[in-house]
């Protein structure tokens, strides 16, 4: 058997969980292939391949010309960018792997944080000599929009309730005693871009979220509101966060999610002064790889005796 580990960008996962014990060839890609002819050379004879979250998408188009695969592992529960009903017809089986939701809590805050008291600017000041060069906004009583309250939401909504924030939830199916339960207020879709001082996305990326935050949505915040990205980044439409920014309609953004990832380098974000950017590392952390890959070798094993684990339904 031979495995493919893709997109293993700090090249740990070797070092994260027990491959010998698959007794198999296993090859790691650090780099991230980006085009669909050079990944089909490079995955060619390969019976098993590790995906990192949707860092490498796997559609119909690319599946139909991986003809050894048999077996493609996603780390985490689902994955928008593997066409699972196409792997199935080909007879390939997908599986994935447990997840730590707390990590992306916590670099939320993380941003929601540097973003409002300057501190990438802050930072760079102190080391070319400077001192104090911005003025930062408190968050006691502010407030805290969510646009989601699942299980993300609802953990960020408790750190901003222990800062003194007050909280205020909207999605499609959210309702006023689901929200009660977790202390936040339900409100309209409306009140919630007018309202928060911050405002935090939560959803899954589904047709229905797509572009859910578009130019509308966005002029109808406050002047000086924060929005914060760590879910998905098609749930904001780019171009016009763009031009929210350049025109100073909001306050700023904090971002950790691309609609190309990685970022290319000339990406006109990078150059943005009123937005905090990361890597996509909500998800990043020892705990949540040790997990991830632990999972992944137990997949194939289990795939080898015949009984898979974890199998996406699609």
């Not at 050379?41 to 949707?54: I, K, P």
Request: proline fraction near 4%; include cysteine.
């Amino acid at each position: 058997m031979r495995i493919a580990i893709l997109d293993d960008y700090q090249n740990v996962a070797l070092t994260l969980a027990d491959w010998d014990s698959l007794d198999a060839e296993v090859r790691v890609f650090t780099e991230h292939i980006a085009d669909q002819d050079e990944l089909v050379r490079a995955l060619a004879g390969f019976d098993v391949v590790v995906a990192m979250r949707e860092r490498t998408p796997f559609p119909a188009a690319l599946l139909s010309r991986l003809p050894d695969l048999r077996l493609l592992v996603t780390t985490g529960q689902r994955n928008a960018s593997i066409d699972v009903e196409a792997a199935r017809r080909q007879g390939i089986v997908v599986c994935g792997t447990g997840y730590l939701p707390h990590p992306t809590v916590e670099l939320t805050w993380a941003l929601i944080l540097a973003a409002a008291r300057h501190l990438p600017t802050e930072v760079q000041a102190m080391r070319e000599g400077g001192w104090q060069t911005t003025l930062g906004t408190g968050l006691r009583g502010r407030t805290l929009g969510l646009l989601g309250l699942g299980r993300l939401g609802s953990q960020v909504a408790r750190v901003g309730q222990a800062f003194g924030m007050r909280t205020i939830a909207w999605s499609q199916n959210l309702t006023a005693d689901r929200a009660a339960e977790h202390d936040v207020t339900a409100v309209s879709k409306n009140e919630l871009f007018a309202s928060s001082d911050v405002l935090s996305v939560h959803l899954v990326l589904s047709k229905r979220t797509r572009g859910l935050v578009g130019a509308k949505e966005l002029a109808a915040m406050k002047s000086t509101a924060l929005l914060v990205n760590t879910s998905r980044a098609p749930i904001v439409d780019t171009d016009a966060l763009l031009e929210a920014l350049r025109q100073d309609t909001i306050g700023g953004a904090a971002l950790d999610v691309y609609d190309v990832e990685p970022l290319p380098a000339d990406h006109p974000l990078r150059s943005m002064p009123n937005v905090v950017l990361t890597p996509h590392i909500g998800f990043v952390t020892r705990e949540t790889y040790e997990v991830f890959y632990r999972d992944a070798v137990e997949d194939i094993a289990a795939f080898r005796r015949g009984e898979p684990v974890r199998v996406l339904a699609g």
